[in-house]
């Protein structure tokens, strides 16, 4: 049924729903390509404060053109506490860690290791929310784990997880507990003005930070490189993440969310198409064990009710077991 509806949607629309993955892998490249001439909190400031402008301007206009008088900002003390939280790991530290991750891991590479987070939620999830991996889930959490440790080698084979790869697995870290607190968040304040607030607010350390440890951040940026900040600020975050709640809301939302996975696959293509990045034959492997293993975490309850009925299907072409006709059969009978 549902496979049906989305065949007849119009190829824009269809199109629209790859958009939100297709402009953050592409962002992360823009902004690798950008760090050659500026500083990496500069550029997490300007992946947040602007966005965060636009949406809030958005949320704002949507709700005097709908005639509802809605509030443009968190309600209460707990309301702020929770987007300040929310602020401070969401984007402070997840864009702060990412723009100094980019520097050596690159663009493709870092955005493997930041999407490996749904494993780092459903570990979370257990603990904070009593939902259970399975074996198929914690099977996959090791898995994933070796995945990003090959990820972690080097040329030589040596594991090389300081600098980058340590960056990146922080911003992973980081994204993975506001995703966790987002539930949390959207009990207090509506998710879209949450959103914008939350890029406001978690910039204003990284503008602190930068004044007090970076210099010269923009004198030697050029036109293009300019162009490149901006695409990664309107178009890798506020567009961005418009379309993603928009159809996050509309459509299946576990079916959705499996696109996730076109995100480093666009910034591994144009990382290395418009970058020259090049990852040794071992960190191959681990991309792809990596991206199997998140993949079977967002899946693991459909796997699991398929999985033991894939096995019986086996024993029974081996002969160890009664063939589903026959069981059928017996119970007739």
Known sequence: MVQSNKLSQPIWQRLLMIAPFFLWGSAMVAMRDALSETTPLFIAILRLLPAGILVLAFRIWQGRASGASQPWHPQGLQGWLWVLAFALVDATCFQGFLAQGLQETGAGLGSVLIDSQPLVVALLATWFYGERLGVLGWLSLGLGVFGI??????????LQLGAGVGWMLLASLSMAIGTVMMPKVAEVADPVLATGWHMVLGSLPLILLSALTESEQWQHLSGIHWLDLLYASVMGSAV???????????????????????????????????????????????????????????????????????WKGILAELGLAPSPVEVREGQSK
């Open 149 to 158: 440790g090959l990820i972690g080698l080097g040329g030589g084979g040596s």
């Open 240 to 310: 961005a993440y418009a379309l993603f709640f928009y159809f996050a809301s509309q459509e299946n939302l576990t079916e959705f969310s499996s696109l996730t996975f076109l995100t480093p696959v666009f910034a591994l293509f144009f990382g290395s198409t418009l970058l020259g990045e090049t990852l040794t034959p071992q960190q191959w492997v681990g991309v792809g064990i990596t991206l199997l293993c998140v993949y079977v975490i967002n899946h693991r309850q459909k796997w699991q009710e398929r999985l033991p009925l894939v």
